[in-house]
Each structure stands twice: as C-alpha cells, then as structure tokens.
Nanobody
Framework: QLHLAESGGELVQPGASLRLSCVIS????????TGWFRQAPGQEREAVSCIVSHDNKTYYHPSVKGRFTISRDIAKNTLYLQMNSLKPEDTALYFC????????????????WGQGTLVTVSP
C-alpha cells in the first residue's frame, strides 16, 4: 500500500528558503508521476511541481518557476521540493502526491496524497 509522508514545512520570512521532503513507501517499479500540490486558505489545490519517474521530466507552476526545484532520491524513496525566494503568497499546506497517469504540459494529476506540511511565509 502506498504511503506518503511530508515534512519540512515551517514559518519563515519572505526571501527565505525551505526544503520539503516526502518519503514514499510502497512504490513499485514502472511509470508514475510524483509531485507537490498546495492549498492556500480559501483557495483550491493547485499543482506546484511534478516529476516523471522514467525520465525525470518536470513541470512547474508559472508562479514558482525559477524559484522552486523538484528532485528525488530513488535510493531513499524520497521526493524533495527546494523552495527559494519564498513569498507570502507561497503560504499554503503543501501535499506530496503520486499518480500513474501521464504528465502533461499543463501539469499532473494526483491519485495518492500525503497529509500535508504547512509552509507559512510572513515577516
């Protein structure tokens, strides 16, 4: 059974950096897309970044392109999101996700979700 566990969220000031981690257990070899979604208060969830298993092709939401970097350590079964130059509008609950569905230029879906880790960017 797939299990996703995020960590790394905290309160930081604007301009700071954070790295989120997600340990994913139960993955089997094959094609899949893992990613990060976020949900800000009063807003819908949105795909922040995604990465494809077999070729490491990535997607970034336009609002984070150039500031966030998604990566994964296969040996540690861990997905990362390096977030630099954080802005107050990045404040949200960040979820680690997985889907077996193909990624598109518009982003990725999510069939499995972690519990989320809270990132707060405030002076």
């Amino acid at each position: 059974q797939l299990h996703l566990a995020e960590s790394g969220g905290e309160l930081v000031q604007p301009g700071a950096s954070l790295r989120l981690s997600c340990v994913i257990s139960g993955l089997t070899p094959g094609y899949y897309v893992t990613g990060w979604f976020r949900q800000a208060p009063g807003q819908e969830r949105e795909a922040v970044s995604c990465i494809v298993s077999h070729d490491n092709k990535t997607y970034y939401h336009p609002s984070v392109k150039g500031r966030f970097t998604i990566s994964r350590d296969i040996a540690k079964n861990t997905l990362y999101l390096q977030m630099n130059s954080l802005k107050p509008e990045d404040t949200a609950l960040y979820f680690c996700t997985m889907t077996p569905q193909p990624m598109s230029p518009r982003g990725c879906g999510a069939d499995y979700w972690g519990q989320g880790t809270l990132v707060t960017v405030s002076p």
